[in-house]
C-alpha cells in the first residue's frame, strides 16, 4: 500500500474516532439546566455532536384545565441559545411522558437523532379518544407515528407521516422499531409500511 493512501487512511480513522470521543449525552439537573422554562421538568438532556452542544429539555405545565407536554431542543451558540425545534401537546385528562428517549446517531453522520414516546389521555367516561405517539427529529425535523384509540371500543388506528419515506432506512427502521417496543403495535406498522 503506498504511504500517502496509507496516511489517509490512519487520518481518516482518527477523525472518526476523535467525532466519536467528543459525542456524548448526558442527564442533567433541573437546576442545571441552563434556558429558561415553564413547569416542572420532566427529562433534561445535554448532548454534543458535530454541530455543537445541545440540550434537550420536556417540562410538564398543569393547570385547572389542561396539562400540557413542552418538548424543547436548543443548541448553544456564542451569543447564549438558539431553539431549534418545540413539540406542544395538550389534554383536558392529562398527559403521560415516561423516560422513553433515545438520543444517538442512527446513520452515523455525527448528528445525534431524537426519538421520544409519550400518552396522551382522553376522557374514560365518554370513550373520548387517547393515544401514544413517537416522534423522531431527524435533521431537526419532525416525524410522527400516532396511535389513536377511544376508551372500551377496539377501534386503534395507527398512522405513521408519509415523510417517513425519505428518510434513511436506519433511521426509519430504529423509529419503527423503537415503537413495536414500547408501544407494541408492530403488527398495524408493519402493515402501514
Not at 57 to 84: H, M, N, P
Not at 123 to 135: F, S
Not at 174 to 186: D, R, T
Request: charged share 25%; net charge negative; aromatic share 12%.
Amino acid at each position: 500500500m503506498p504511504a500517502k493512501l496509507f496516511a489517509f487512511i490512519c487520518l481518516a480513522v482518527c477523525s472518526v474516532q476523535g467525532l466519536s470521543a467528543q459525542m456524548y449525552v448526558k442527564e442533567i439537573p433541573a437546576e442545571t439546566v441552563p434556558v429558561p422554562y415553564a413547569g416542572s421538568i420532566l427529562e433534561a438532556r445535554e448532548f454534543k455532536d458535530a454541530l455543537g452542544l445541545h440540550y434537550y429539555i420536556a417540562t410538564d405545565v398543569r393547570t385547572d384545565k389542561a396539562d400540557s407536554l413542552f418538548v424543547r431542543c436548543y443548541t448553544k451558540t456564542a451569543d447564549g441559545f438558539v431553539q431549534d425545534w418545540q413539540i406542544r401537546d395538550f389534554s383536558p385528562y392529562g398527559i403521560t411522558y415516561e423516560t422513553r428517549l433515545k438520543i444517538k446517531d442512527i446513520d452515523g453522520d455525527g448528528i445525534y437523532e431524537i426519538v421520544f414516546v409519550y400518552r396522551v389521555e382522553g376522557d374514560v367516561l365518554n370513550h373520548g379518544i387517547l393515544g401514544e405517539k413517537l416522534l423522531l427529529h431527524y435533521k431537526n425535523k419532525k416525524y410522527a407515528i400516532r396511535n389513536t384509540a377511544h376508551y372500551g371500543i377496539d377501534d386503534d388506528k395507527v398512522t405513521m407521516d408519509k415523510a417517513f419515506d425519505v428518510l434513511p432506512k436506519s433511521v426509519k427502521a430504529f423509529a419503527i422499531n423503537m415503537w413495536n417496543k414500547e408501544v407494541g403495535s408492530s403488527d398495524i406498522v408493519q402493515e402501514i409500511h
